[in-house]
């Protein structure tokens, strides 16, 4: 079993910063991504960043330049460090990982409960 442990999120003003994490134990393998996704109210769940095992990283458009995602590999970790934070960024925040025990294992794919991010004044 994997098990993915999310914090960090909060209320926040408008242009604030917030920092989520997301700390993965249990029978993990190897990672292949690692990544965050949100859900707002009424709306589906929608990508948001993406790490791959080389460090690459991917955005949805309405957060590149404001948000970046990295990774511990050694603590199995993974952050979404948010700044200039609109209220439009509200939403509960799920953390995402993909692996693999083996080569001929089918693909791991885990998520964390959620944290909740809430941008107003």
């Known amino acids: 079993q994997v098990q993915l442990v999310e914090s960090g999120g909060g209320l926040v003003q408008p242009g604030g910063s917030l920092r989520l994490s997301c700390a993965a134990s249990?029978?993990?393998?190897?990672?292949?991504?690692m990544g965050w996704y949100r859900q707002a109210p009424g709306k589906q769940r929608e990508f948001v960043a993406v790490i791959i095992s080389g460090g690459i990283t991917n955005y949805v458009d309405s957060v590149k330049g404001r948000f970046t995602i990295s990774r511990d590999n050694a603590k199995n970790t993974v952050y979404l460090q948010m700044n200039s934070l609109k209220p439009e960024d509200t939403a509960v925040y799920y953390c995402n990982l993909r692996s693999k025990v083996t080569i001929l294992s089918s693909m791991g794919d885990y998520w964390g409960q959620g944290t909740q991010v809430t941008v107003s004044s």
């Open positions: 249990g029978s993990i393998g190897s990672i292949y991504t």
